[in-house]
């Protein structure tokens, strides 16, 4: 054990660890190249290609607007190369955070080997969102840096920092809405922070204030939604998804009479599928600052036509705009739905049935996190404290939206995380001789 543990640190040493995590996650890339297509759209690519301009005030009632804007910014540069360029940035900043990890974990833990592997697992999985025309990516990319940030100012504080981690907070909300977990998150942790005094005042007041310049950009958002779409939110996919839950179930059928219901009625004894009853209702009712068919036209001739693509363009000649409904008649329809007991059902069978599959067992993750979540305060580990925070709230996301067929794309963001957990246990089990916690 010795001569390999020498043997590592000789061919780690320095820089050439980093230049080895590097080498492998492009090798590793470069052998699922070969297997995987070159990238991907679905019907979501298409709603991120709307013309987003806060100054204008256009924003798009479905999306939030920084992956808007990203796309915005790389079709200046022609659609010719669009999905290269889009695919190339999004494998620049995922290389890029996997070798924040691979400081962040070094340095904390010490092992190289662990560290390596870990790094090699994130490499694998953030291939597959790389290659996708989708946020994801880049959820993860935010979710490290906001922990490597974090964790710098644990080593180091200062001001900057804490600045740092609370406006990156505001833009991870509005890259994607499931990221109001770190919300919560940072108030926590940073209220552990200053618990156990390890914030003087200056800094302290620093977190107030960066927190709530970061709290009140997503709440002048949130306003621009309701006064462009009628809504206090930043996104209508919500309602969409519930949408097709309560069509999904069939709760919908023993709702009273509303206007809502008969637009869906009407739909569903055309087709049965459920997400042509749900697309019906929301273009129906959702009022909409973008037509999918008008996003289509402006989106490059690569993007396939999909069938919700097709379906919209029916729908936009189905409805004129005078037939619109109240945002409040939808609000009430859900609600009344939701008290359903076919709907209370349906949540429960999909909630048992994720946690039975394959890709929704959660109570590893689950574990860890809460084993972290308690380690962390009796050891005062701010870091561990806020990475299981993170972690715990995204499956607690999980779990109340009862979304486990999309688990794996809304744990994305913390995968780092029970990494963390599980080293921290390698390396109490097997210390390294001069290093600290």
């Known amino acids: 054990m010795p001569v390999i543990r020498k043997t590592m640190e000789a ?16 090798l590793e890339w470069v052998a699922l190249s070969r297997v995987a297509p070159n990238c991907y759209f679905d019907s979501d690519t298409v709603s991120y290609f709307y013309p987003v301009n806060l100054f204008a005030g256009r924003i798009s009632s479905v999306r939030p ?10 079709r200046s540069f022609g659609d010719l190369w669009l999905p290269k360029l889009v695919v190339a940035t999004q494998f620049a900043f995922l290389l890029g955070s996997i070798l924040l990890a691979a400081r962040m974990l070094r340095d904390r833990f010490g092992h190289e ?3 390596l592997v870990a790094c090699g697992y994130l490499a694998l999985q953030g291939y597959f969102w790389a290659k996708a025309i989708n946020p994801e990516c880049f959820t993860f990319c935010v979710t490290v840096l906001a922990l490597f940030l974090y964790w710098r100012h644990s080593l180091a504080p200062s001001k900057g920092l804490v ?27 940073w209220s552990f922070r200053i618990v156990s005094g390890a914030e003087d005042r200056r800094r ?7 927190y709530g310049l970061s709290a009140g950009i997503v709440l002048v958002y949130c306003s621009l939604m309701q006064a462009r779409c009628g809504m206090f939110g930043l996104s209508t996919v919500p309602m969409q998804n519930d949408l097709l839950d309560i069509v999904s179930s069939s709760a919908w059928e023993t709702c009273k009479d509303s206007p809502v219901k008969e637009v869906l009625a009407d739909e569903m004894r055309k087709s049965r599928d459920p997400y042509a009853g749900a697309f019906a209702v929301q273009w129906a009712v959702i009022p909409k600052t973008e037509d999918t068919a008008d996003l289509y036209a402006i989106c490059p001739e690569f993007l396939f036509e999909s069938a919700n693509v097709r379906y919209c363009q029916n729908l936009r000649r189905q409805y004129a705009k005078g037939r619109l409904y109240p945002l409040d008649a939808l609000r009430s329809f859900i609600g009344e739905a939701k008290h359903q007991p076919a709907y209370r059902k ?16 959660l109570l590893v993750p ?20 806020f990475a299981n925070l993170l972690l715990l709230g995204f499956i607690a ?7 486990m067929e999309q688990n794996d794309r809304l744990l994305y963001p913390v995968y780092l995380v029970p990494w963390m957990d599980l080293l921290h246990y390698f390396k109490t089990a097997f210390p390294k001789k001069g290093t600290g916690a």
């Open 11 to 26: 061919l780690f040493k320095g820089r050439r660890f980093y230049i080895a995590v590097a080498a492998c996650c492009l």
């Open 65 to 74: 607007p920084v992956y808007c804007l990203f796309l915005n910014a790389m």
């Open 113 to 115: 080997i662990p560290v």
């Open 163 to 189: 600045w740092a981690v609370n406006l990156l907070m505001a833009f991870a909300i509005l890259l994607k809405p499931a990221f109001l977990v770190m919300a919560i998150a940072l108030f926590l942790a």
């Open 204 to 210: 302290i007041t620093a977190v107030v204030l960066s």
């Open 346 to 361: 349906y949540e429960l069978q999909k909630l048992f049935l994720g946690i039975g599959a394959p890709k929704g067992v």
């Open 366 to 385: 689950f574990w860890l996190g809460f084993t972290g979540l308690a380690v962390s305060l009796w050891r005062r580990d701010h870091l561990l404290f």
């Open 397 to 403: 996301s999980v779990v109340l939206k009862s979304d």
